[in-house]
């Protein structure tokens, strides 16, 4: 997978040495960054089987994972990834996305999700791209809803937490034939 790079952000493909990166700029903020998260992340230990994962992931074709990256610093912001990849439907989800705190409401998010959701139409031809997260995560759902996907609907008790707690989850979608009004919108707020 190439680097997808912006104005604002660099998705830089995983590599192994960003479990330390990541932990670095998490670490001071894991309950924060983490909370709606389906699985805990507090210890170093923890972000090195995230990247294990991702990369069994990826070498099974049902992800691709980015490191996040601040281009005016070069800082390891984050992560993000393509994941529940479906080729023969040209579907794919954008998740798993954490930002530390100081990057957080910045036009770092933004930006990434332009790039994969610009990456996800105009390269693979995807049909749609779909986006899900926590019910109680009002913070995300919101900006799900400000990139343009439109919401779908509730799964219902769809999985269950690392703390025990039943999750329900939203679903939001773009599909085709919105993304052009979604590009120029992201475009606009990006200032391009």
């Given at each position: 997978m190439a680097t997808l790079e912006g104005s604002y952000v660099r998705l830089e493909p995983l590599r192994a040495d960003h479990a330390p990166l990541f932990w670095n700029v998490a670490k001071d903020s894991l309950d924060d960054i983490f909370r709606w998260f389906p699985y805990a992340m507090k210890t170093e230990g923890d972000f090195v089987k995230m990247v294990e994962q991702a990369f069994d992931e990826q070498q099974r074709g049902v992800s691709v994972v980015f490191a996040t990256v601040a281009r005016d610093t070069g800082t390891v912001v984050g992560s993000t990834r393509f994941m529940n990849i479906d080729r023969s439907n040209r579907r794919v989800e954008i998740g798993s996305t954490w930002i530390?705190?100081?990057?957080?409401?910045?036009?770092?998010?933004t930006e990434a999700k332009y790039l994969m959701l610009q990456h996800a139409f105009e390269e693979w031809r995807c049909l749609r791209v779909e986006f899900k997260t926590d019910a109680l995560?009002?913070?995300?759902?919101?900006?799900?809803?400000r990139l343009g996907a439109?919401?779908?609907?509730?799964?219902?008790?769809?999985?269950?937490?690392?703390?025990?707690?039943?999750?329900?989850?939203?679903?939001?979608?773009?599909?085709?034939?919105?993304w052009p009004a979604v590009k120029q919108r992201l475009e606009a707020s990006l200032g391009r």
């Open positions: 530390a705190p100081a990057w957080q409401r910045t036009a770092v998010n995560n009002e913070r995300s759902r919101t900006a799900i809803l439109q919401q779908e609907g509730m799964f219902r008790k769809h999985m269950l937490t690392h703390t025990g707690r039943v999750r329900d989850s939203v679903y939001f979608s773009v599909i085709d034939i919105e």
